[in-house]
C-alpha cells in the first residue's frame, strides 16, 4: 500500500469514526471494510483525551469495529490505562472493548495483568474476565482463575483457585509469604486490605496457617504486610508442633502469632516419643 492510500485509509476511518461517535455525522460506513495502520482517538467534552486505539488493521462491521494487533489508552483524572492484545472488538455504540489473546494492562502505579480475554466496560470504569489471571506490583504477584475490578485496580475481586506471592524486598534471602485460597479473594487497595475465603492456606518461613478466612493488612504505601486475621477452624503447624484455635493473628513486624478463642497445642517432643497436650 502507498503511502497516500494510507493517509487516505486512516482519514475515512476517522470520519467513520466520528460518525458513530456522534461527533459529527456522515454516511455510515460500509460493513466489511478493512483499515490498515490506523489511529483513533476520542475526546470528552472539556476538550481532554478520554481513549485511543491504534492497531495493524481494522474491519469495519454494522456495530462493531474488528481489530488486529491493538494498543490502547484510557485516560482518567489522575491514571492512565495502558492496554495490548493481539485481537480486539471494540462496540460502536458503547465504546466497550473485547481483548483476546496475549491481553496485557498496565497503570500508572505500576499494576500490571496479564490475561487470555477481557472485557473493558467504558461506562462503568470496570475490567472483568473468566479466564486465568497473573497480576502483579512490585514484589507482589497474584493468580486467579476469573477477575472484576474498576479501571484503576482499587477494588479487585478475583473469583477463584488464587494464590498470592509477597517477597520481602528487604530481607530478599526469606523464603515469600504465600497465601491460597478457593476463592473469592477481595483486595480493597485505598484501606489496604484483602480478604481470603475458603481453605486458606498462610505460609512462611514461621511456619504453616489454614483457616475458613484470613483478612490481610497492608501498608499501602512502604508494600508492607502488618498482619493476617485468621478465622474459623485455624490449624498453625510449626515445626512437628500444631496449634488449634478459632483466631489467630499473625503480627508481620514482630513475626509472633496472637491466639484467640480457647487455644489447643499438640506438641512433638523432638527428644522421645511422649506428645503433650496443653489445653
Not at 486505539?53 to 481494522?58: M, N, R, V
Not at 481489530?67 to 493481539?86: F, N, R
Not at 520481602?168 to 476463592?183: A, F, L
Request: hydrophobic fraction near 35%; charge should be negative; charged fraction near 30%.
Amino acid at each position: 500500500m502507498t503511502k497516500k492510500k494510507s493517509i487516505l485509509n486512516r482519514l475515512i476511518l476517522i470520519v467513520c469514526f466520528l460518525s458513530f461517535s456522534r461527533i459529527v455525522y456522515c454516511q455510515a460506513p460500509v460493513s466489511g471494510q478493512k483499515i490498515n495502520d490506523f489511529y483513533l482517538s476520542n475526546y470528552k467534552a472539556d476538550g481532554t483525551r478520554d481513549w485511543e486505539i491504534e492497531g495493524e488493521k481494522a474491519v469495519l462491521g454494522e456495530d462493531t469495529v474488528n481489530i488486529d494487533t491493538m494498543q490502547a489508552k484510557y485516560y482518567s483524572e489522575d491514571d492512565t490505562l495502558s492496554m495490548k492484545s493481539q485481537k480486539a472488538t471494540l462496540n460502536k455504540s458503547n465504546h466497550n472493548i473485547h481483548l483476546e489473546n496475549d491481553v496485557h494492562i498496565e497503570n500508572k502505579d505500576g499494576i500490571q495483568l496479564e490475561t487470555n480475554s477481557l472485557d473493558w466496560k467504558k461506562k462503568e470504569n470496570k475490567v472483568e474476565t473468566d479466564d486465568w489471571v497473573d497480576a502483579q506490583r512490585q514484589d507482589l504477584k497474584i493468580v486467579a482463575k476469573g477477575l472484576n475490578a474498576d479501571t484503576k485496580f482499587k477494588n479487585v475481586n478475583f473469583e477463584k483457585n488464587v494464590e498470592m506471592t509477597l517477597n520481602d524486598k528487604e530481607n530478599m534471602h526469606k523464603k515469600p509469604t504465600t497465601i491460597i485460597c478457593d476463592g473469592p479473594l477481595d483486595i480493597e487497595y485505598t484501606v489496604g486490605r484483602a480478604i481470603f475465603l475458603n481453605n486458606v492456606i498462610f505460609e512462611n518461613e514461621e511456619g504453616k496457617m489454614f483457616a475458613d478466612k484470613a483478612t490481610v493488612f497492608f501498608d499501602t504505601k512502604e508494600k508492607k504486610l502488618l498482619k493476617v486475621v485468621a478465622e474459623g477452624d485455624v490449624k498453625i503447624i510449626k515445626d512437628e508442633n500444631v496449634t488449634f484455635a478459632n483466631k489467630a493473628t499473625y503480627l508481620g513486624k514482630e513475626e509472633r502469632i496472637v491466639l484467640e478463642g480457647t487455644p489447643r497445642i499438640i506438641y512433638f517432643p523432638q527428644d522421645n516419643e511422649e506428645t503433650a497436650f496443653l489445653q
